[in-house]
């Protein structure tokens, strides 16, 4: 692939976010080819070191915060006659309400995300806080003399110890993939607001 059929690509796959994003973007890796073209290389190779144009239009849409997103959707692409006007105020009663519970649900879908993340990991530092507690009683009983109850304590320690381990990694892999969730939705969130246009 060429630079010519680079651009092309990348200005296709970023088609219906703001025009100023997509040139911004295109500047940049037409400048970025040009660059590497400059330093030796030949133009096929410094294309097919960059990302794919479809990688390159999500780490794009990632980076654009949701209100400019809105507001680009939102932007009529000509003036509104009195009588669409009247429309929207008249319904704004039945879409208003829609669009205010619909921010809620995802509000409340990605702090679900992030309570259930932080709980997760408050159940495993109770575990190692019981490893202290453990090691502390056993530690008190072995000074009393009553060993049955030192080693048990002890024991109970151990386990509550290589149970908090365990959940530290389980729970790390778990945390990974309601992260990533949390990205997935908020891409999703975003490219529902991309005005798509005939390429």
Known sequence: ???NDFIAELRKEL???PDSDIERSIDFYREMIEDRIEDGMTEEYAVSELEAPAEIAKKVLSEMSISKLVKAKLRPSRGLKGWEIALLILGSPLWLPL???FAAVLLSVYAVIWSLIVSLYCVDL???LCTAG???QGIIFAFGGNSVSSVFYF???A???GIAVLLFFAFGRISAELISASKYLVLKTKSMFIRKEAA
Request: one cysteine or more.
């Open 159 to 161: 386990a509550c110890f």
């Open 99 to 101: 669009i205010i519970a």
């Open 126 to 128: 109770s575990f190692a």
């Open 15 to 17: 088609n219906g976010l």
């Open 155 to 157: 024991g109970a320690a």
């Open 1 to 3: 692939m060429n630079k």
């Open 134 to 136: 453990g090691v502390l």
